[in-house]
């Protein structure tokens, strides 16, 4: 059974580095194929990807968000770690992590979801 | 990267059939076979319903299929149910980044 659950602190100061931690069980980021996603949602609006990483240790990223974002992996602790600097209150969204399964066409999507962590940024 | 195209909303009454399209580019929904579905419940997280245009994940019901023509795609729901109820989003990959999803889609069963 793949689970993955997101955790982060639920307020942050604008300018300050969100930390955001996803941990994972049910697969290992070791085997090949396989990714961890971010994906964040503003309340009320649509889902935006932010960045994936994959058992080669592979990183892509929203072309609009690169500079401020690094995702990386610890896969000895299951755990996958994005951070986004610069944080601004449009910023202020649900972040969810989710798993992409190893696909024969290498083509990603994302099949388990965590539940998401809100994330409000207010001075 | 500009966000896939979906109508705000879409309805239906109980038993119906509805379509929710996907408007893209050549760089991205008619370029590769990478079209997903997710459904979002409010307060809940996203469900993968279909993956790759037309493929359905163990456990989603066959009521859900995926289809693409050019540069749109379309998720059609039949034999709707109250549970459908939910928003919809459509994603694609991209020939700059891995994914893009769609504006989201309403769907409410009259």
């Known amino acids: 059974q793949i689970t993955l659950k997101e955790s982060s602190p639920s307020l942050v100061k604008p300018t300050q580095t969100l930390t955001l931690t996803c941990t994972f069980s049910?697969?290992?980021?070791?085997?090949?194929?396989?990714?961890v996603g971010w994906i964040r949602q503003p309340p009320g609006k649509a889902l935006e990807w932010l960045a994936l990483?994959?058992?080669?240790?592979?990183?892509r990223y929203s072309p609009s968000l690169k500079s401020r974002l690094t995702i990386t992996k610890d896969t000895s602790k299951n755990q996958v770690v994005l951070t986004m600097t610069n944080m601004d209150p449009v910023d202020t969204a649900t972040y969810y992590c989710?798993?992409?399964?190893?696909?024969?066409?290498?083509?990603?999507?994302?099949?388990?979801w965590g539940q998401g962590t809100l994330v409000t940024v207010s001075s | 990267q500009s966000a896939l195209t979906q109508p705000a909303s879409v309805s239906g009454s109980p038993g119906q059939s509805i379509t929710i399209s996907c408007t893209g580019t050549?760089?991205?929904?008619?370029?590769?076979?990478?079209v997903s579905w997710y459904q979002q419940h409010p307060g809940k997280a996203p469900k993968l319903m279909i993956y790759e245009v037309s493929n359905r994940p163990s456990g989603v019901s066959n009521r859900f299929s995926g289809s693409k023509s050019g540069n749109t795609a379309s998720l059609t729901i039949s034999g709707l149910q109250a549970e459908d109820e939910a928003d919809y989003y459509c994603s694609s990959y991209t020939s700059i980044s891995p994914f893009v999803f769609g504006t989201g889609t309403k769907v409410t069963v009259l």
């Open positions: 050549s760089s991205d929904v008619g370029g590769y076979n990478s």
């Open positions: 989710a798993h992409n399964p190893p696909t024969i066409t290498l083509i990603p999507y994302f099949h388990y």
């Open positions: 049910g697969f290992s980021l070791s085997t090949s194929g396989v990714g």
């Open positions: 990483i994959f058992w080669t240790d592979d990183k």
